[in-house]
């Protein structure tokens, strides 16, 4: 499988084309890394920059994975907005992957262990956490995606979690500075069969969505 991987949620932009044989081995791969300002950001080139990097066309591309978060809703909302795209003009497939879900598996690929919590900034002073333990050589999700406050963040710590994200190592000195990268998202896909179409992708966003009602204009 010829895999395209997006993840704009965090700071560090990243942009992957991963080229699977059918039994899973990998024949090429390439992740593009961009740190540049969110209004600056040029997706279009580090696309063309990992197709180059690969030896592969765009028509080639069969499935399209997202990280939808949560993080910053423009770049999440950009991913989006391609793969919508790519999928009118080419048919491909699509793939929505929690960016909480590849920085714990980034973690675990590399040797972290334990009971592992994935904290991301959420604003208002508050933070979405997951936490995950690594038992009998897997990794297991044991509490969902959520917002918290920082209290809670601070009890997971005094509990001995690792604590993980990009913002991790600001909130814990044995905190890990893990961002979410789009190699991690590749290889996720790969063993995902749950596509959805274009029209059902959607940034994680916990938040309950409030809206106010302009009142009527004045007639004078």
Not at 52 to 78: D, F, H, M, N
Not at 183 to 190: D, F, I, K, Q
Request: net charge negative.
């Amino acid at each position: 499988m010829k895999i395209l991987a997006l993840e704009f949620s965090s700071a560090l932009r990243s942009v992957a084309v991963v080229h699977f044989a059918p039994e899973g081995r990998m024949l090429a791969r390439s992740e593009v890394v961009d740190a540049s300002p969110t209004n600056t950001m040029k997706p279009f080139e580090l696309m063309e920059q990992a197709l180059r990097e690969t030896q592969l066309e765009r028509e080639a591309i069969e499935c399209i994975a997202v990280g939808l978060g949560p993080g910053s809703y423009t770049g999440i909302r950009a991913a989006i907005a391609i793969a919508q795209g790519w999928q009118l003009a080419r048919e491909v497939r699509l793939l929505g992957i929690s960016s909480a879900e590849c920085i714990a598996t980034q973690a675990w690929a590399e040797g972290i262990a334990g009971r592992l919590s994935v904290v991301i900034d959420a604003q208002r002073g508050e933070f979405y956490l997951a936490s995950y333990e690594t038992m009998n050589g897997s990794l297991e999700e044991i509490l969902p995606l959520r917002i918290v406050s920082l209290t809670e963040v601070e009890a997971r710590i005094q509990a001995g979690d690792v604590l993980l994200g990009p913002d991790a190592a600001q909130l814990a000195a044995t905190g890990q500075k893990i961002f979410p990268g789009a190699l991690m998202l590749a290889g996720l896909a790969r063993h995902r069969l749950d596509f959805i179409p274009g029209n059902e992708l959607a940034p994680i966003y916990l938040r309950e969505a409030n809206f106010i009602k302009a009142p009527p204009p004045r007639i004078t």
